[in-house]
């Protein structure tokens, strides 16, 4: 129903990355959906580089577990 939305969490990860309790409220809404296989290839490639970032340079200890 919310093919799109995967995208839109990972482009407000980009947008909101001052702000630590976005982040991870984004984080667990992202765990959340893609918790069902079908969603995980909805997600575009090219959006992937955000999450990437967040476990290679943290903001923190708590961002880096969510990301993972």
Do not use: C, D
């Not at 995967?6 to 630590?20: C, D, P, Q, R, V």
């Not at 079908?38 to 880096?64: R, Y």
Request: aromatic share 6%; net charge positive.
């Amino acid at each position: 129903m919310h093919v799109e939305m995967g995208n839109i969490l990972l482009n407000a990860l980009l947008k909101y990355s001052f702000s630590e309790v976005v982040l991870v409220e984004l984080l667990a809404a992202l765990r959340n959906f893609t918790r069902t296989p079908g969603k995980v290839p909805l997600v575009a490639k090219t959006n992937l580089g955000t999450i990437v970032s967040m476990t290679v340079q943290p903001p923190n200890e708590k961002i880096f577990a969510m990301a993972i």
